[in-house]
C-alpha cells in the first residue's frame, strides 16, 4: 500500500484526504474539495451521540475554520456547494439542538458522490449519517439511508455489506408497516444475489420487481414503472419471462409517448420469438406504434402479421387487435372502417363476457365523432413526454439490446 495513503488511515474520514496525493496536486481545485468535505465530516462528528460533550466555544472555533475553507468552494464547483452546505446544516444544528437538521446535506451529498462514482466516499458520508444522525430520522428516512448504503456497497461488489443492509431495511419497512420499502429492499437483495452470480434466486426475486411495476403503471405512474419493469428483464433467468417483461416495457414506453423505444423493445420480442402470447401480443402492439407514429407503411405491415395469428388468438387479444386497428384506421382518417373494427371488437368481448374490454371499447367508439378535431391537435412525437435519469438509463440499455 502507498505511504501517502498509509498515513491517513488512522484519520476519520481519510477517504477524502487521498484526493490531496492525487495526479493533480495538493493545490488543486479537487485536492481542496477533499479536504473541504474532510473538514466539514469532522466538524459533523462533534454532533455525535456518543462523542462526550464538546463546548459551545470549541464548536465555534472549529466551525469559524470550517466555514471559512468551504466558502471558497462554494461558487467553484456542485461539488463544493454540497460541502458548504453541510458545515451550514452542521451549525444550525448544533445551535438549534437537532442534528436532525444535517441529514437533508448529507442524504445530497452521499448520492452526488455516487452519480460521481466515488463510491467509497459515499459510503463514508453515509457511515456519517447513519452513525451520527440515525436516532433522529424519520422511520421513512432511515430505511432510505440503509437502502442507499446497501446499494453503494453493492456496486462495490461489497456484499456481504449490502447483503446486511438491505435485510436491516427490509426488517425496518416491515416494522414501520412501509410495504414499498420493504420491496424495495427484496429487489436489492436480489440485485446483490445476481452480483454473486445465484441466478436462481435472483430469478425468484424478479417477480417482486415486475409486480412492483405493474402496479406502478396501473396507478398511471408509468416513468416511475418503467425502470423496475426493466429491472425485472434483466433478472429474469426464464427466457419467456425476460420477453414478458420487455414487451411490458414496451407498452409503457408507448403510454408514455416514447415510439421509438417502445418499437425497439417490442421488435427484439418478436425476434426472439418464443411464447406465442407474447410474440402476438408485441406484433399488436407495434401495429398500434406505428399508427402513433402516422406510418402508413408500417401500420399495414404489422397488422398484415397479426392477421396470420388470428385463429389462435383468445378473445382477449382479438379484442385488442381489432380495437387496436380502429385507432390506427381513425388515426390515418378512416373513420367509417374505425367504427366497422371496434364494432367487431364489441362483438367479441361480449360474446366473452369481457365487460371491462367492453366498456372500454364503447368509450372509444363513442368519441369516433370528436375524432377528427381531436387529432388535429394531437402532438406527433417519437420522443418521451417525460424523461428521468432512470428513463433515459433504460433507453440507453434499450438501444445497446437491440444494436
Known sequence: MPASRLKFESLPHAIFLQRVSGPQGATSLEARLGQGAFLALRLVDLLAPDRLQVSGDAFHYQWIATDRFCAEL?????????????????????????????????FAYAHFLEEELR????VDVLTTLLKVVASRLSAKDAVAARLRFARVHRKLNQFDEAEAAYAEAGEMASAAGDRYSALLARIG????????????????????????????????????????VWRAFELYDEEDSRMRALSDVGVMLLTLGDAVGAERALSEVVRRGGCHDNTTNALIELMHAASYRRDHVGFARWRERCEEHLPDMPPNMLTDFYLKQGIGQARFRRFRRADELMKRALEVAGMAGLHELEFRVERIRG??????????????TTEATVQTNELRQVSESLAQLVG
Request: glycine share 12%.
Open 119 to 122: 463510491l467509497d466516499e459515499a
Open 189 to 228: 437483495l436480489a440485485n446483490t444475489i445476481l452480483g454473486r452470480g445465484n441466478l436462481a434466486e435472483a430469478d425468484a426475486e424478479a417477480r417482486a420487481e415486475h409486480g412492483i411495476g405493474v402496479s406502478l403503471a396501473q396507478m398511471g405512474q408509468g416513468p416511475n414503472a418503467i425502470p423496475h
Open 367 to 380: 368519441g369516433l365523432k370528436d375524432c377528427e378535431q381531436a387529432l388535429t391537435g394531437e402532438v406527433e
Open 74 to 106: 462554494r461558487a467553484a464547483a456542485t461539488e463544493g456547494a454540497h460541502v458548504h452546505c453541510i458545515a451550514e446544516s452542521t451549525a444550525d444544528a448544533q445551535r438549534l439542538g437537532d442534528i436532525g437538521l444535517v441529514a437533508p446535506a448529507l
